[in-house]
Antibody
Framework: EEGLVESGGGLVQPGGSLRLSCTASEFKFYSSDMVWVRQAPGRGLDWVAYITASGHTTSFGDSVKGRFAVSRDNAANSLFLQMNSLRVEDTAVYYC??????????????????WGQGTMVTVSS | DIQLTQSPLSLSASVGDRVTITCRPSQNIRSYLNWYQQKPGKAPKLLIYAASELQSGVPSRFSGSQSGTDFTLIISSLQPDDFATYYCQQSYDGPPYTFGQGTKLDIK
């Protein structure tokens, strides 16, 4: 069964760093664009980062731009999120997901069709 | 960035009810709109993509429609498993991608 498993979450002090990992199984990871989405406690979904299948193009939400980096290792079916200069407001469950492009009449619609179970990141002193 | 406004933000309904949830974008996004279901402590699940296409494995009581620039998620006959929070998400100019605030559906 197609799946994603995140790891690397934990407790970190404000200003600290953390690296999240996401391992894919049973689908063509090397040809899949990927995203990170987070959810603060009791809040809604917030898109964080995007990376193309090749890893050559990345994009970030305004709240993390300049502090977070996304990368991948296609040989290892793995996706990473490097989080630096962490803030209390970065506290959230972080999900990785596949961004599948569905071909529609007017172009390509990106929907997130495979999700991991999430990993909790807590930023607190 | 494109903003998505969902309504209502919370909704109480009974098993067997027909339920509609609306998502209004801040600008025209054509059909680049997806719907997700999320249960407490679980990852979101894709229900509908491209406004009206049912994701594989999703029950047919779920459907999506578009009227002008507004979008609607419809559950034709609520089942006990459907009580959850529902989110819309746009990919028109994505990335960046944006989600609606979410609509919490609970039992009346």
């Amino acid at each position: 069964e197609e799946g994603l498993v995140e790891s690397g979450g934990g407790l970190v002090q404000p200003g600290g760093s953390l690296r999240l990992s996401c391992t894919a199984s049973e689908f063509k990871f090397y040809s899949s664009d990927m995203v990170w989405v987070r959810q603060a406690p009791g809040r809604g979904l917030d898109w964080v980062a995007y990376i193309t299948a090749s890893g050559h193009t990345t994009s970030f939400g305004d709240s993390v731009k300049g502090r977070f980096a996304v990368s991948r290792d296609n040989a290892a079916n793995s996706l990473f999120l490097q989080m630096n200069s962490l803030r209390v407001e970065d506290t959230a469950v972080y999900y990785c997901a596949r961004a599948r492009s569905y071909d529609i009449l007017t172009g390509y619609n990106d929907a997130f069709d495979i999700w991991g179970q999430g990993t909790m990141v807590t930023v607190s002193s | 960035d494109i903003q998505l406004t969902q309504s209502p933000l919370s909704l109480s309904a009974s098993v067997g009810d027909r339920v509609t949830i609306t998502c209004r974008p801040s600008q025209n996004i054509r059909s680049y709109l997806n719907w997700y279901q999320q249960k407490p402590g679980k990852a979101p699940k894709l229900l509908i993509y491209a406004a009206s296409e049912l994701q594989s494995g999703v029950p047919s009581r779920f459907s999506g429609s578009q009227s002008g620039t507004d979008f609607t998620l419809i559950i034709s006959s609520l089942q006990p498993d459907d009580f959850a929070t529902y989110y819309c998400q746009q990919s028109y100019d994505g990335p960046p991608y944006t989600f609606g605030q979410g609509t919490k559906l609970d039992i009346k």
